[in-house]
Structure formats: structure tokens, C-alpha cells
């Protein structure tokens, strides 16, 4: 089956600076790399996803990179804001969605 | 649309105890799961379903039991409660896993359960 790995497990940063989270895969046949928020006590969100037949997909500041040889998958925030602070999760289909164990992203005002 | 529906909100349950936890989805998807959710764990796979009549366990089905006879529900049975059995507990839906035009899965609101 596949095996999802996510780093780093917490991320501090400034307001305005960039983060970037990164994600490992491991079954070659998985083709779909969504990304989750999760803000305190609510629902994980999609936030963007990717297909491995595209190797970047940008939205606003949020953009993902995907590298299907190397399988691995990176989230980039630009320009981070307080309300980005949140809990992130990457994920991967194989027979089933596996997720990351989450990256816990504080933006410091 | 609802979306995808999850009853009740707020659970507790003392050791030994059954119930079972609803979902529910509108939007005739195909692939449906639940997940538990604990600190420090993120969202780990407890049973999932292709479609109605297929299920199949995920990554902790131990004290878990699923059934999927109709496309939009997807009932979880806790069968002897325990503590550490105490989570959070999501169930998503996808329009499909492989080979369809969305794979974008939807969470429910989610259900907290407490085991004493």
C-alpha cells in the first residue's frame, strides 16, 4: 500500500515570509495529491490539489509543486498571514486516501 | 446540497457500551471512509467503501464495523466500546477514488466521542 510521510511536524514563521511543507509517496500508481487545512475543532478543508499529469498548480498564494520520480510533493505559501495558521495535511490515492501526520503552521504577527 | 452529514456531534459512552455513529452524503459519491482523528496522529483510516455492498478495512478497523447498503449512508458500529476508543471521528466522501472527473474528498462536521 502507500506510505505518506510529511515534514516538517510543526512551522513557525513571520507574518509575510513564506512556508513550504513537504510530502513523500511511495506508490507509483497514486495520482492524485490533494492538501488539507484544518483550523482548531473544525473539518479538514481542501485547500488545492494536484494530478501527476501536472507538475505545479497555483492558486493565489498557495501553489504545489509534485515531482513524480523523486515522489515527492511540496505545499508553498507566499506571503503568510495570521489566518494561515492551521493544522495542514497532504495526502495520497492509492487503494485508499492515505493522509500525512499533519503540519501544525503558526504564522507570528 | 448537505453534503455530507454526521450524527451525533457529541458522544459518550462507557466502556462496553455499542452505538453506532451516522454518515451521510447527498451527492451520490461513490467512495466513502471513516477516520479517527487523535493528537499527534492525524486522520488515520479506520474503514472505507467503494460502493454500496463493498467495504473493506483501512488502517485500524480493529472495534469498528461498517456496512454500505445504500450509495449515501455509511453507518460506523463501535461494537464493545473502550477508552481508547476516544477520538475524534470524521467520515468523508469522493466522487470516486480512481478514474473519475473529481477525486475531491468532503468531510463531515465530525463526531466527538468520549469512553469512560
Known amino acids: 500500500g502507500e506510505n505518506v510521510e510529511q515534514h516538517p511536524s510543526t512551522l513557525s514563521v513571520q507574518e509575510g515570509d513564506s512556508a513550504v511543507i513537504k510530502c513523500t509517496y511511495s506508490?507509483?500508481?497514486?495520482?492524485?495529491f490533494p492538501w488539507y487545512k484544518q483550523e482548531l475543532g473544525k473539518r479538514p478543508q481542501l485547500i488545492i490539489d494536484?494530478?501527476?499529469?501536472?507538475g505545479e498548480k497555483k492558486d493565489q498564494r498557495i501553489a504545489v509543486t509534485l515531482n513524480k520520480t523523486a515522489k515527492h510533493f511540496s505545499l508553498h505559501i507566499t506571503e503568510t498571514q495570521p489566518e494561515d495558521s492551521a493544522v495542514y495535511f497532504c495526502?495520497?490515492?492509492?487503494?485508499?486516501?492515505?493522509f500525512g501526520t499533519g503540519t501544525s503552521l503558526t504564522v507570528i504577527p | 446540497n448537505a453534503g455530507v452529514t454526521q450524527t451525533p456531534k457529541f458522544q459518550v459512552l462507557k466502556t462496553g457500551q455499542s452505538m453506532t455513529l451516522q454518515c451521510a452524503q447527498d451527492?451520490?459519491?461513490?467512495?466513502m471512509s471513516w477516520y479517527r482523528q487523535d493528537p499527534g496522529m492525524g486522520l488515520r483510516l479506520i474503514h472505507y467503501?467503494?460502493?454500496?455492498?463493498?467495504?473493506d478495512q483501512g488502517e485500524v478497523p480493529n472495534g469498528y464495523n461498517v456496512s454500505r447498503s445504500t450509495t449515501e449512508d455509511f453507518p460506523l458500529r463501535l461494537l464493545s466500546a473502550a477508552p481508547s476508543q476516544t477520538s475524534v471521528y470524521f467520515c468523508?466522501?469522493?466522487?470516486?477514488?480512481?478514474?473519475?472527473?473529481?477525486?475531491?474528498?468532503?468531510f463531515g462536521p465530525g463526531t466527538r466521542l468520549t469512553v469512560t
Open positions: 495526502a495520497a490515492n492509492g487503494n485508499q486516501f492515505y
Open positions: 506508490d507509483s500508481a497514486s495520482n492524485y
Open positions: 467503501s467503494v460502493g454500496a455492498g463493498i467495504t
Open positions: 451527492m451520490n459519491h461513490e467512495y
Open positions: 494536484i494530478r501527476s499529469n501536472v
Open positions: 468523508a466522501s469522493s466522487y470516486r477514488l480512481f478514474g473519475g472527473a473529481s477525486y475531491e474528498q468532503y
